[in-house]
């Protein structure tokens, strides 16, 4: 009896819920409970239902196309303390390193060749990597690959930073806000660090007319699915062009070493809300989707997913940009891995493109 009620009132929900996702699918807002509602009871049909339609979207605003990103990873020297995050300044056991300007460069060279058409600067909010750093390197980068668009993640900075990196040439800048609850914010960052900040760079890296993206991790300790909610709303306010979101995962030595990684599941079902709510943006199947199931990022593209952001750094700076356990790691040669992973989009109907990918376009295929 307690069975056959239990039944009905999952039909019952599930009804609800794909209802929501067709609203969502309209361009219709959802209220804050609403989507608490969705994220809490979804079940796998729904998952199933969203993912179908974020396809769909996806292949009619990008076809089978996959935008790469060749993403450099600069330095591991962080100034900020963040729980989470594996190169915080008190991990003393990280063994920091710095690339020089000349190895980026190479690592450039070595991504043009390979049909990388944007460079991803990111690292830790490292002091070396000051106003003029960057805007040199920029503006080298930018002068030896004209038709490249530079993408930088490098942390919080003055608006006037920000603007001079952008007059040097970069295109873009990815600036995840991590959570959209300050409460929240304050249990995964160290009390120096505000979120009001952090969505201030977001506002100004916007006004200055970056690319902007924004994003959050799943499942990172203490949160909820009205946190969550409340991050799809942030997004939908704010509009970016690109969103990044990939599980929490813990890192040996960080406070945060004992809590439980996000789901995939989560994961999944959030990229096909997102690509539902946000038709054209760029949403890359991230490395740490990729981390924590072999077929993450395939999977990721199934759900809404648009863009890859292979590793291009020199093995050495790979193995020592840690945020978190268990990173899948390309061993070897990286056009190999390249090749491997174009071979695995392949398999599931899709082929990676060769251009910078601002937005869908006519581009050829590698
Ligand atoms: N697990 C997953 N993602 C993490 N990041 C930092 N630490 C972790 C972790 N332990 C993410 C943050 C940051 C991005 C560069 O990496 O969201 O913005």
Not at 206 to 233: F, N, R, W
Not at 271 to 286: D, G, K, N, W
Request: charged content about 30%; glycine content about 10%; aromatic content about 8%.
């Amino acid at each position: 009896m307690r069975d056959e009620k239990n039944e009905r009132n999952l039909k019952e929900t599930s009804l609800i819920n794909r209802e929501k996702i067709s609203r969502l699918e309209k361009g219709e807002r959802l209220s804050k409970e609403e989507l608490t509602a969705l994220l809490s009871s979804y079940t796998p049909e729904d998952r199933r239902f969203a993912g179908e339609k974020a396809r769909k979207i996806s292949q009619s605003c990008f076809g089978n196309g996959i935008y790469i990103r060749g993403l450099l990873e600069i330095s591991n020297i962080c100034k900020n303390d963040c729980l989470y995050c594996g190169i915080r300044r008190s991990n003393r056991q990280a063994p920091r390193y710095r690339l020089t300007p000349q190895e980026i460069l190479e690592g450039c060279a070595w991504g043009y060749e390979a049909g990388f058409r944007t460079f991803v600067l990111q690292g830790g909010e490292d002091p070396f990597w000051d106003d003029r750093a960057v805007e040199d390197l920029v503006k080298r980068i930018k002068a030896r690959f004209p038709d490249c668009a530079v993408t930088l993640s490098l942390g919080e900075k003055e608006k006037e930073t920000y603007r001079r990196w952008f007059e040097a040439g970069a295109d873009r800048y990815l600036l995840r806000h991590e959570t959209a609850c300050p409460e929240h914010y304050a249990k995964l960052h160290p009390p120096e660090l505000s979120l009001a900040h952090r969505m201030q760079c977001l506002e100004d890296l916007k006004e200055i007319g970056y690319q902007t993206g924004c994003g959050c991790m799943v499942g990172s300790p203490y949160q909820t699915a009205e946190h969550l909610a409340q991050d799809l709303l942030y997004m939908q306010d704010f509009q970016p062009q690109m969103i990044g979101i990939g599980p929490f995962i813990p890192h040996g030595q960080t406070p945060f070493k004992a809590f439980p990684p996000g789901k995939l599941e989560d994961v999944l079902f959030l990229l096909s809300l997102i690509r539902l709510m946000h038709p054209r943006v760029l949403l890359p199947a991230t490395t740490a989707l990729g981390t924590i199931a072999p077929d993450g990022r395939e999977q990721g593209i199934l759900a809404g997913a648009n863009v890859v952001m292979p590793n291009i750094s020199p093995e050495e700076a790979r193995k020592k940009y840690r945020l978190y356990d268990g990173k899948i790691e390309s061993k070897g040669e990286i056009g190999e891995s390249l090749r491997e992973l174009r071979e695995s989009f392949r398999s599931i109907g899709y082929e990676m493109v060769v251009g910078r990918g601002d937005y869908p376009g006519k581009e050829g295929t590698l």
